[in-house]
């Protein structure tokens, strides 16, 4: 199974350390950044399932990297983390779609949790949004919901060929694949033709 891969920004050295090293003790693939925009260039040049971030940073902050974060990568799981906790700075980024907020020092038994938790979340986001983009085909009769220009759910069943035909423009030119090559040609000899 790939290792999930964490993305620690925070302007503190030892947070970045002490985090690193904690995640990656318990089969994270942790990278880490000083700074916010640090932290958007790695995000930018590859791809991680959790960024942590610290709220407060020089430049830009943690609430500003989230709305870039949800912006580019809605369903990546993001938590925030702080030294300075209030409620409304909680409710904010919870708001803006954190899936989590910590109060430093963490606890790591406790971030390990939240961590979980968090990419249990980015997991549910990844198969929804699938899902989403899967076509609706009968499990009976194959043919598939258009729902273009209707609410979803509303449109009309149509043949596969119908549908490529309305979606591209194209005739479907019919072709056997080898197991059906074969069922046809031994029905045919079956039947004598």
């Given at each position: 199974?790939?290792?999930?891969?964490?993305?620690?920004?925070?302007?503190?050295?030892?947070?970045?350390?002490?985090?690193?090293?904690?995640?990656?003790?318990?089969?994270?693939?942790?990278?880490?950044?000083?700074?916010?925009?640090?932290?958007?260039?790695?995000?930018?040049?590859?791809?991680?399932?959790?960024?942590?971030?610290?709220l407060l940073m020089d430049g830009m902050n943690?609430?500003?990297?989230?709305?870039?974060?949800?912006?580019?990568?809605?369903?990546?799981?993001?938590?925030?983390?702080?030294?300075?906790?209030?409620?409304?700075?909680?409710?904010?980024?919870?708001?803006?779609?954190?899936?989590?907020?910590?109060?430093?020092?963490?606890?790591?038994?406790?971030?390990?949790?939240?961590?979980?938790?968090?990419?249990?979340?980015?997991?549910?986001?990844?198969?929804?949004?699938?899902?989403?983009?899967?076509?609706?085909?009968?499990?009976?009769?194959?043919?598939?919901?258009?729902?273009?220009?209707?609410?979803?759910?509303?449109?009309?069943?149509?043949?596969?060929?119908?549908?490529?035909?309305?979606?591209?423009?194209?005739?479907?030119?019919?072709?056997?694949?080898?197991?059906?090559?074969?069922?046809?040609?031994?029905?045919?000899?079956?039947?004598?033709?």
């Open positions: 199974m790939q290792k999930k891969r964490i993305l620690v920004v925070d302007d503190e050295k030892i947070i970045l350390k002490t985090l690193s090293w904690g995640l990656g003790h318990h089969g994270y693939e942790v990278d880490t950044a000083e700074s916010a925009e640090e932290g958007l260039v790695k995000l930018r040049q590859g791809s991680y399932n959790l960024l942590i971030s610290d943690g609430v500003d990297l989230l709305k870039k974060v949800r912006a580019s990568n809605p369903d990546m799981a993001v938590c925030l983390i702080t030294g300075y906790a209030d409620l409304a700075s909680a409710i904010e980024a919870l708001r803006l779609g954190a899936d989590d907020y910590l109060v430093k020092p963490c606890d790591m038994e406790e971030l390990l949790l939240r961590v979980q938790r968090a990419l249990k979340k980015e997991e549910l986001r990844k198969k929804v949004r699938y899902f989403e983009n899967i076509l609706p085909v009968c499990a009976v009769c194959k043919k598939i919901r258009d729902d273009a220009g209707k609410e979803p759910g509303e449109g009309e069943w149509v043949d596969l060929e119908q549908y490529l035909r309305r979606k591209t423009g194209v005739e479907i030119r019919p072709a056997y694949c080898v197991k059906c090559a074969r069922k046809v040609k031994d029905n045919s000899q079956f039947r004598g033709e």
